[in-house]
């Protein structure tokens, strides 16, 4: 079986290797959008990923927008006292200057004074940043992997800091609850808090202006790809076999069993799939580090799942030529028509 495939291959080096090639243009695409679709999505929500809490509690009436609410102090204590609750924290949120640089300033609960800046941003500890609107004045505290907000690199300092950035918004934005339960939760504060909407986190993570949409038009792309994949390998390797029918009759009329072919075929389909799939990953790497941050991120899970889905959708696809193989006629090879 390895033999047979492997000489075939061999022997048409120059056919195999520029399918392999079209398999790899492919996969570039295929890698390069996946790559795409989970950097854009980090850009619009890893700042909200990486706080704590599995639920989010906002005012009513916020559409599930952190910058449009605003909660009193008076609703920690309610919220607290909801059973399943374990833990409260305020988060204030909006999108700010920082001694120019465009940041989306988040004010937390912490002792600790000055600005903590997302590592993309360029400052040094120490320096002193005016937070506009407010002309408020902080010292750079150090830098940490925050994340960004539609796209713009997090900044955290003390909540009170942020509400003198914002004077007409005196509250807390939204609060973030620990629970054991995080969806019993939500519906038991929205109940039993008067005035707020509460949801889980990967909901409020899906209510991101643009997030949604971005990473759906990305996806929905993606799959049109794989369809077109799957279309051209099967026909490619459906063209190949109507080539080899004389060598196959050959083979048939001297015994060779159903499984040699078959198993030869689907070898030669998987060899061919896998260097493609090595080339075009290859190139993306090549590619995507070059480009800017927060805009490309193919971490290894999805990389995998991606070759994964190509080979299978490769392999699906050139089964078609199965039935071409058990059914050639062995008289072909003696001249005759099938």
């Given at each position: 079986?390895?033999?047979?495939?492997?000489?075939?291959?061999?022997?048409?080096?120059?056919?195999?290797?520029?399918?392999?090639?079209?398999?790899?243009?492919?996969?570039?695409?295929?890698?390069?959008?996946?790559?795409?679709?989970?950097?854009?999505?980090?850009?619009?929500?890893?700042?909200?990923?990486?706080?704590?809490?599995?639920?989010?509690?906002?005012?009513?009436?916020?559409?599930?927008?952190?910058?449009?609410?605003?909660?009193?102090?008076?609703?920690?204590?309610?919220?607290?006292?909801v059973p399943g609750v374990t833990a409260v924290r305020p988060l204030g949120q909006s999108m700010a200057q920082a001694g120019g640089l465009p940041?989306?300033?988040?004010?937390?609960?912490t002792r600790a004074g000055g600005i903590v800046l997302d590592r993309t941003l360029k400052a040094r500890v120490g320096d002193t940043l005016t937070?506009?609107?407010?002309?408020?004045?902080?010292?750079?505290?150090?830098?940490?992997?925050?994340?960004?907000?539609?796209?713009?690199?997090?900044?955290?300092?003390?909540?009170?800091?942020?509400?003198?950035?914002?004077?007409?918004?005196?509250?807390?934005?939204?609060?973030?609850?620990?629970?054991?339960?995080?969806?019993?939760?939500?519906?038991?504060?929205?109940?039993?808090?008067?005035?707020?909407?509460?949801?889980?986190?990967?909901?409020?993570?899906?209510?991101?202006?643009?997030?949604?949409?971005?990473?759906?038009?990305?996806?929905?792309?993606?799959?049109?790809?794989?369809?077109?994949?799957?279309?051209?390998?099967?026909?490619?390797?459906?063209?190949?076999?109507?080539?080899?029918?004389?060598?196959?009759?050959?083979?048939?009329?001297?015994?060779?069993?159903?499984?040699?072919?078959?198993?030869?075929?689907?070898?030669?389909?998987?060899?061919?799939?896998?260097?493609?799939?090595?080339?075009?990953?290859?190139?993306?790497?090549?590619?995507?580090?070059?480009?800017?941050?927060?805009?490309?991120?193919?971490?290894?899970?999805?990389?995998?799942?991606?070759?994964?889905?190509?080979?299978?959708?490769?392999?699906?696809?050139?089964?078609?030529?199965?039935?071409?193989?058990?059914?050639?006629?062995?008289?072909?090879?003696?001249?005759?028509?099938?």
């Open positions: 079986m390895w033999f047979l495939a492997w000489r075939e291959i061999r022997h048409g080096r120059v056919r195999f290797g520029l399918t392999a090639v079209l398999v790899g243009l492919v996969a570039f695409l295929v890698f390069m959008l996946t790559g795409l679709a989970v950097g854009l999505g980090e850009a619009g929500v890893s700042g909200l990923q990486r706080l704590p809490g599995q639920v989010v509690v906002y005012s009513a009436g916020a559409e599930k927008t952190v910058s449009r609410s605003a909660l009193p102090e008076s609703a920690a204590a309610k919220i607290a006292a940041v989306a300033l988040m004010g937390v609960d937070l506009q609107p407010g002309g408020v004045r902080v010292r750079v505290a150090g830098f940490a992997d925050l994340g960004s907000v539609q796209h713009t690199a997090v900044a955290r300092v003390p909540l009170e800091v942020w509400r003198r950035t914002q004077p007409a918004r005196p509250d807390a934005g939204v609060y973030l609850v620990d629970a054991r339960d995080p969806a019993a939760a939500a519906k038991a504060i929205a109940a039993a808090v008067p005035g707020t909407e509460a949801v889980t986190k990967d909901a409020a993570i899906e209510a991101v202006p643009g997030y949604a949409a971005e990473t759906g038009t990305v996806t929905m792309i993606r799959g049109f790809l794989l369809a077109v994949a799957a279309l051209l390998i099967g026909t490619v390797f459906w063209i190949f076999t109507m080539q080899k029918e004389a060598t196959l009759a050959v083979l048939r009329a001297t015994g060779a069993r159903a499984r040699l072919l078959v198993g030869s075929y689907l070898l030669q389909v998987a060899a061919t799939t896998a260097l493609g799939v090595l080339l075009g990953f290859a190139a993306v790497l090549a590619i995507g580090a070059a480009m800017p941050a927060g805009t490309f991120s193919l971490p290894g899970r999805s990389a995998a799942l991606s070759a994964a889905l190509l080979a299978a959708l490769a392999l699906g696809a050139s089964a078609g030529s199965l039935r071409r193989l058990l059914t050639v006629d062995p008289l072909l090879s003696l001249g005759r028509n099938a």
